[in-house]
């Protein structure tokens, strides 16, 4: 029996050393199959998905469902590379439209508008706010393809708000690092610690983000009513003062970065469905409000306050720096919207055609188009 007990030790050892040389040997081919790109991406380049259907079922949408992305990370409908005029769209999930199929995205029926001549490329990330398109800004117009650049579109605010109002400390306090990895899937290696670079590590994470995104409804109603019905939505405001600050002071730092570069900025104020008096036709439309999505439960009406406070700042920064901004009045029902800001496929073609008449009416566009 003595003699048992060494031997299967043995065997242990030797058992973890044959699964580290493995993992090493696997860590080695995979690294040099380049999976992942070492360089700064808002989403993987070259990949899509296809649905039968629109996955998140919702009024408003409809049809089969594609997203996808271009050798940028872009989502976009037309070839950058055959266009002699480029735009470029930063935001957050109002201007990615993630549950809109590819071509019904607002950027998308914006690119259809502008003709052949033109490429608008949608570099949005949902949840991402000023904080993350500081970085944005910087790293995507760093890219060769997108020297050229003249017009870049921020439809910006909202993330802003929800950020300050779920955690203050967060919004304005988070680690650079940190930031850039909400900012873009893919940022270089050299900015990450020797255990994430590697691409086993990167898969790892990958699987486990899709089982989380597969495993979640698609709209958190369920949680919202049984939220409303247990706590009393709150009716006075918060102060906003720090919060705003921040934002404006992220504004300023953009504004400046599109100086430098000689680049058009165009500023959109995000609208949303929050209002007064909200029926309660559209109580459950409020998906921002519920425990799921974290924002503490304000009134319909207090909300439309503080996101009409955001809007402010944005508009009288922009005045202060003569930049262009484009306050969407839109109305405040579901032609336009399928929860609290997300525009549904009316929307989408209403925002396109706005913000076209915007370039139009204020010669951003080229005068033979």
Not at 76 to 105: F, P, W
Not at 184 to 206: D, G, M, V, W, Y
Request: net charge positive; glycine share 4%.
């Amino acid at each position: 029996m003595k003699y048992l007990k060494p031997l299967f030790l043995k065997k242990i050892a030797f058992s973890a050393i044959f699964f580290i040389v493995l993992l090493i040997l696997a860590e080695v081919i995979l690294s040099c199959l380049k999976i992942f790109p070492d360089n700064y991406y808002t989403n993987t380049p070259n990949t899509s998905h296809k649905f039968r259907e629109n996955p998140s079922k919702i009024d408003g949408i409809s049809g089969t469902y594609e997203i996808a992305y271009d050798s940028l990370g872009s989502r976009s409908v037309s070839d950058y590379s055959k266009a002699t005029h480029k735009i470029i769209a930063i935001g957050g999930s109002t201007t990615i439209c993630a549950v809109l199929t590819q071509e019904k995205t607002w950027t998308a029926l914006l690119d259809k508008k502008l003709g052949d001549s033109y490429w608008v490329g949608n570099f949005a990330r949902s949840g991402n706010s000023s904080n993350h398109h500081v970085f944005q800004f910087q790293h995507i117009l760093d890219k060769p393809e997108l020297k050229d650049t003249k017009i870049v579109l921020m439809l910006v605010g909202v993330n802003d708000c929800r950020g300050y109002l779920i955690s203050p400390d967060k919004y304005m306090h988070m680690p650079d690092i940190d930031v850039k990895k909400r900012a873009f899937k893919h940022i270089p290696n050299s900015e990450l610690p020797f255990l994430k670079r590697q691409t086993l590590f990167k898969l790892a994470k990958q699987a486990k983000q899709r089982i989380h995104f597969y495993s979640q409804p698609r709209r958190p109603i369920d949680y919202l009513e049984t939220y409303e019905r247990q706590i009393k939505p709150i009716t006075k405001l918060p102060d906003l003062t720090d919060g705003l600050n921040h934002y404006e002071h992220n504004l300023k730092k953009i504004i400046k970065e599109a100086q430098k570069r000689n680049i058009s900025i165009i500023f959109i104020a995000q609208p949303t469905l929050w209002q007064k008096n909200l029926s309660d036709k559209y109580q459950t439309l409020l998906a921002a409000r519920s425990y799921y999505n974290k924002t503490p439960l304000y009134t319909g009406e207090a909300l439309n306050e503080i996101m009409t406070i955001f809007n402010k700042r944005l508009i009288n920064v922009c005045n202060k720096y003569n930049v262009p901004v484009i306050d969407l009045q839109l109305p405040k029902n579901e032609t336009i919207y399928y929860d609290d800001m997300h525009f549904n496929e009316s929307g989408a073609e209403v925002v396109a055609a706005k913000v076209h008449s915007f370039l139009k009416l204020n010669n951003h566009l080229e005068t033979n188009e």
